[in-house]
């Protein structure tokens, strides 16, 4: 195939990827007359306004969200980096009773829609006095990425040499120490992929937040950004900027680990 | 793999997955599935009432005529969205995953593309619904290339003709990029060498294609159908936020027709056999994906 045609693909693909940014940002920064303008077009008609930022900040605690969100993330994260690998540990390196049906019992869970479980589920937090608090969000979240992270993390551990942990035997390492000092550190571009599938999950999450919260002081970004759209209406440009404030966060930190996750990814995929 | 020396070990590995799956998991499957057979309005349930496979008639076998047309639609909208997601991103993800390959701008590529993964969410859906509009970029778009017949006067969103095109296409984007990027760490990771060594045999283009491209990509396509079809039966957020499954339920899919029969309408036990009901079908295609899922043990 010729040279140009590739890059024509390539950077039409690109287009395609990019509009959306590029029209999000440039609404955001219109007034709330020109976002209306028909046709749209991405680019603001006059000067650049740059207080609808501060008005949507200002509006909502748009700073209390964002703690929020990150408190949330990051927790869900660890919590679902560090059950799952040890879990993964166990089904990779032992042979013991039960590993098939409770292996299979996990993956399962994958299938059952989410919404299916919502209703006990919050009668069950509710009763256990975790309604309206990070771990009522949290908990869930972590049990629910459970099927994917269990597999994609057996599947990594299952490609690292068994003589690592026989020579790790040798040198005098107990069990849990191998799992952590040589298991946990080799496994990094997995727990790349889930940390980052879950980090984005997390983030986006809203209908589990939406009904174990009520208090506005834990509503993460993206509910902010809901209550945003119900109390103005059509104006695109406050909440676009209210959109590009619960994107940005994932848009700066994410670009750069691209290599880990497909490492992780495909290692998982590619099974030997 | 071995039999541990102390048999308890690997069990405490196991133990906080475990429990947090007690504490929040059995609890909440167990009761939706005792739920499905009673009708309750929520609150408290010493008011609820057995009422045995009445749900079930209800909206499978149309004791219910309205709520057994929605249902129907709605599974109907999540195979549409199963389908077409594979049927349109398998294919490009792949073509431009071999595109790509030879590129010198890889990096810069590989970046761009990478956006709307990290971004697909709720603040993207927001986007759409804009670029969507009657005035939006899709009809601005069709309008210059001429294609009038495409341009919705009521934005693509706002038409039960085409909602649910909207609701797909915006998918596609959203999951395009994860599968070509994997399409791409796949194809790179095999040692060109081994086409060059292939070809000195006399080995014809197909055959190395099939000896050696086919057997990579194979896993990784089975991976990326199992997260778009199992994406589209979970799929609730995007439509939730575009359309509400509107106008006039032409987008409902099953996440959504549960929800509001349950948090609307009240009728919680409908809500749990309606989404166990989609459960029992997704289990078709879970005995598909158990297959691929299946690890050495």
Same mark, same amino acid.
């Given at each position: 195939?010729?040279?140009?045609?590739?890059?024509?693909?390539?950077?039409?693909?690109?287009?395609?990827?990019?509009?959306?940014? $590029?029209?999000?940002?440039?609404?955001?920064?219109?007034?709330?007359?020109?976002?209306?303008?028909?046709?749209?077009?991405?680019?603001?008609?006059?000067?650049?306004?740059?207080?609808?930022?501060?008005?949507?900040?200002?509006?909502?605690?748009?700073?209390?969200?964002?703690?929020? /969100?990150?408190?949330?993330?990051?927790?869900? $994260?660890?919590? $679902?980096?560090? $059950?799952?690998?040890?879990?993964?540990?166990?089904?990779?390196?032992?042979?013991?009773?039960?590993?098939?049906?409770?292996?299979?019992?996990?993956?399962?869970?994958?299938?059952?829609?989410?919404?299916?479980?919502?209703?006990?589920?919050?009668?069950?937090?509710?009763?256990?006095?975790?309604?309206?608090?990070?771990?009522?969000?949290?908990?869930?979240?972590?049990?629910?990425?459970?099927?994917? @992270?269990?597999?994609?993390?057996?599947?990594?551990?299952?490609?690292? /040499?068994?003589?690592?942990?026989?020579?790790?035997?040798?040198?005098?390492?107990?069990?849990?120490?191998?799992?952590?000092?040589?298991?946990?550190?080799?496994?990094?571009? @997995?727990?790349?992929?889930?940390?980052?599938?879950?980090?984005?999950?997390?983030?986006?999450?809203?209908?589990?937040?939406?009904?174990?919260?009520?208090?506005?002081?834990?509503?993460?970004?993206?509910?902010?950004?809901?209550?945003?759209? /119900?109390?103005?209406?059509?104006?695109?440009?406050?909440?676009?900027?209210?959109?590009?404030?619960?994107?940005?966060?994932?848009?700066?930190?994410?670009?750069?680990?691209?290599?880990?996750?497909?490492?992780?990814?495909?290692?998982? /995929?590619?099974?030997? | !793999?071995?039999?541990?020396?102390?048999?308890?070990?690997?069990?405490?590995?196991?133990?906080?997955?475990?429990?947090?799956?007690?504490?929040?998991?059995?609890?909440?499957?167990?009761?939706?599935?005792?739920?499905?057979?009673?009708?309750?309005?929520?609150?408290?349930?010493?008011?609820?009432? +057995?009422?045995?496979?009445?749900? +079930?008639?209800?909206?499978?076998?149309?004791?219910?005529?309205?709520?057994?047309?929605?249902?129907?639609?709605?599974?109907?909208?999540?195979?549409? !969205?199963?389908?077409?997601?594979?049927?349109?991103?398998?294919?490009?993800?792949?073509?431009?995953?071999?595109?790509?390959?030879?590129?010198?701008?890889?990096?810069?590529?590989?970046?761009?593309?990478?956006?709307?993964?990290?971004?697909?969410?709720?603040?993207?859906?927001?986007?759409?619904?804009?670029?969507?509009?009657?005035?939006?970029?899709?009809?601005?778009?069709?309008?210059?290339?001429?294609?009038?017949?495409?341009?919705?006067?009521?934005? !693509?969103?706002?038409?039960?003709?085409?909602?649910?095109?909207?609701?797909?296409?915006?998918?596609?984007?959203?999951?395009?990029?994860?599968?070509?990027?994997?399409?791409?760490?796949?194809?790179?990771?095999?040692?060109?060498?081994?086409?060059?060594?292939?070809?000195?045999?006399?080995?014809?283009?197909?055959?190395?294609?099939?000896?050696?491209?086919?057997?990579?990509?194979?896993?990784?396509?089975?991976?990326?159908?199992?997260?778009?079809?199992?994406?589209?039966?979970?799929?609730?957020?995007?439509?939730?936020? !575009?359309?509400?499954?509107?106008?006039?339920?032409?987008?409902?899919?099953?996440?959504?027709?549960?929800?509001?029969?349950?948090?609307?309408?009240?009728?919680?036990?409908?809500?749990?056999?309606?989404?166990?009901?989609?459960?029992?079908?997704?289990?078709?295609?879970?005995?598909?994906?158990?297959?691929?899922?299946?690890?050495?043990?």
């Amino acid at each position: 195939m010729k040279t140009w045609i590739r890059h024509i693909l390539l950077l039409l693909y690109g287009a395609t990827c990019v509009y959306p940014f $590029v029209w999000m940002i440039g609404t955001s920064l219109k007034t709330s007359r020109d976002a209306l303008a028909h046709p749209q077009t991405p680019f603001p008609a006059g000067k650049l306004q740059w207080s609808t930022y501060g008005d949507v900040w200002n509006k909502l605690s748009f700073g209390r969200y964002f703690m929020n /969100s990150a408190i949330v993330s990051l927790l869900v $994260v660890a919590g $679902v980096v560090i $059950v799952y690998t040890m879990m993964a540990f166990a089904f990779a390196k032992f042979t013991f009773a039960g590993k098939k049906t409770i292996y299979y019992t996990f993956i399962a869970l994958l299938l059952i829609p989410g919404v299916t479980v919502l209703i006990p589920l919050y009668i069950n937090m509710t009763n256990l006095g975790l309604n309206n608090t990070y771990l009522g969000i949290i908990l869930p979240m972590i049990n629910g990425a459970a099927p994917f @992270a269990i597999f994609l993390f057996t599947s990594y551990f299952r490609t690292l /040499s068994h003589e690592l942990y026989e020579s790790a035997v040798l040198d005098g390492c107990g069990t849990f120490k191998i799992y952590y000092r040589v298991y946990l550190p080799l496994a990094l571009p @997995a727990i790349g992929t889930i940390a980052i599938m879950n980090f984005i999950g997390s983030w986006n999450n809203i209908l589990w937040p939406m009904i174990i919260v009520d208090s506005k002081d834990l509503f993460t970004l993206p509910m902010g950004l809901m209550y945003l759209d /119900s109390s103005s209406f059509k104006k695109w440009n406050e909440l676009m900027a209210g959109a590009l404030i619960t994107v940005i966060p994932i848009l700066l930190t994410f670009p750069f680990m691209q290599k880990l996750y497909i490492q992780g990814m495909s290692a998982g /995929s590619v099974k030997s | !793999m071995i039999a541990a020396r102390k048999k308890w070990v690997p069990y405490l590995f196991l133990l906080p997955g475990i429990l947090l799956f007690l504490f929040v998991g059995v609890y909440s499957v167990g009761f939706s599935v005792v739920l499905s057979f009673y009708n309750w309005a929520g609150i408290d349930f010493s008011t609820a009432r +057995f009422e045995g496979l009445d749900n +079930f008639r209800d909206f499978l076998l149309g004791d219910d005529p309205v709520m057994t047309r929605n249902f129907y639609y709605a599974l109907l909208h999540n195979f549409e !969205m199963a389908v077409f997601g594979t049927l349109f991103t398998i294919p490009i993800a792949l073509a431009l995953a071999f595109v790509l390959q030879h590129s010198k701008l890889v990096g810069f590529y590989r970046t761009v593309y990478f956006l709307p993964m990290v971004a697909s969410g709720v603040a993207i859906f927001y986007v759409w619904k804009g670029l969507f509009e009657p005035s939006g970029a899709l009809n601005s778009l069709f309008a210059w290339l001429g294609l009038d017949f495409l341009v919705a006067p009521n934005g !693509m969103l706002g038409s039960s003709s085409t909602s649910l095109v909207g609701i797909i296409l915006s998918g596609i984007w959203g999951g395009l990029p994860g599968t070509l990027l994997l399409y791409y760490a796949g194809l790179s990771s095999v040692d060109p060498t081994l086409y060059e060594a292939a070809g000195v045999d006399g080995a014809s283009r197909l055959t190395m294609i099939r000896k050696i491209t086919w057997p990579l990509v194979k896993p990784i396509t089975l991976i990326a159908v199992i997260q778009i079809v199992n994406g589209a039966f979970q799929s609730f957020e995007n439509v939730y936020i !575009m359309t509400g499954g509107g106008p006039s339920g032409s987008s409902e899919v099953v996440g959504t027709l549960v929800y509001r029969t349950a948090f609307l309408n009240n009728d919680y036990g409908l809500a749990s056999a309606i989404g166990w009901t989609s459960f029992l079908v997704t289990g078709l295609i879970a005995i598909f994906s158990f297959r691929s899922l299946r690890t050495d043990l």
